[in-house]
């Protein structure tokens, strides 16, 4: 018979941002979502750079926090998860911009009600520290 | 459009749950510790011991023979001094880590080396293993405390046995 033991690994850092980054989750604590203006479109989340040609990235421009799955992937909770019961892990195409976000999708755990096109919009947590689990989830838009 | 006041850093933690399985081949050599034995396994085929041994020799895949016990003496073959803190260490810098050849065996047991200052710890440097007591015996390399030194090099390092060991089964 093997022996087992549980374990446990931890690396609790903090890592600094850039400007707009940190404003950006600055935003979130306010229940306030940011995009940045790049040549090629309003980027959410933002960056400092824009990957695709290095360049220094322009001002931030608020956005409704609403957007469209555009991939997913279903997965069962664990410790630790955003939300208690069964969820998605989506990439999420804010309206007005380029390229998508990726968050949990909470549709009640009911893994029917998820799908490419679904219109979400941005729950936010009541205590919120200006980090990203500020944004707790996106649940489906009423129709 | 007022934009809030940008934060400076944001915490970036992996943290992981898992469970760790022995396998019933390093099984027996953390059994043994929990007894106070060095357990060694040698392959039938390419008479290589391993102190921990795993279930099959790793040269040809054999499964390895019954465990029989190593005096626990050994020999430091590397090591390195930490002198970074982190969160969770258990010893304060600077200290010793190591790579421990046990006498009779030809791979390592990784364990702190103490009672020696680390600027005198070398490779080749004979240790033995210091036993924690009977009520914190367990199925783990915590059983042994650390090592400490029993003497000065006694052999030419560049000799390791392994390296003489020929590769392959024997009746090839």
Request: charged share 20%; glycine share 8%; hydrophobic share 40%.
């Amino acid at each position: 018979m093997s022996l087992s033991a549980p374990y446990t690994i931890e690396f609790p850092f903090r890592r600094t941002v850039g400007p707009k980054i940190g404003t950006f989750l600055a935003g979130l604590r306010e229940a306030r979502l940011f995009g940045v203006r790049t040549a090629r479109g309003v980027l959410c989340p933002p960056l400092e750079f824009d990957p695709v040609d290095g360049a220094a990235t322009g001002e931030l421009v608020e956005l409704e926090p609403v957007g469209t799955v555009t991939t997913w992937t279903w997965v069962p909770a664990r410790p630790g998860d955003p939300v208690a019961h069964d969820f998605a892990w989506a990439l999420i195409a804010i309206d007005g911009t380029v390229g998508a976000l990726f968050h949990c999708v909470d549709v009640g755990g009911d893994q029917d009600q998820i799908k490419t096109g679904l219109r979400v919009r941005a729950k936010w947590r009541p205590d919120r520290s200006g980090d990203l689990r500020d944004l707790w989830c996106f649940e489906a838009e009423a129709p | 459009m007022t934009l809030p006041e940008p934060v400076e850093t944001t915490s970036s933690p992996l943290y992981m749950n898992y469970t760790y399985v022995a396998g019933t081949g390093r099984s027996v050599f953390l059994r043994g510790l929990n007894e106070r034995r060095l357990l060694a396994r040698h392959c039938p085929g390419c008479s290589l011991v391993y102190a921990p041994a795993p279930e099959f020799c790793s040269r040809c895949l054999r499964p390895v023979g019954p465990p029989f016990e190593l005096p626990g003496t050994g020999e430091v073959s590397t090591f390195c001094v930490v002198n970074f803190p982190f969160p969770g260490q258990v010893y304060e810098p600077p200290y010793v880590v190591a790579h421990i050849m046990l006498d009779g065996a030809h791979n390592r047991l990784m364990h702190l080396v103490r009672e020696v200052a680390p600027e005198e710890v070398t490779i080749g440097l004979r240790v033995e293993p210091v036993w924690v007591d009977d009520d914190e015996l367990d199925t783990s390399t915590t059983s042994i405390r650390y090592f400490r030194p029993i003497g000065r090099p006694t052999r030419d390092v560049a000799a390791v046995p392994y390296a003489q060991t020929p590769i392959g089964p024997a009746d090839a």
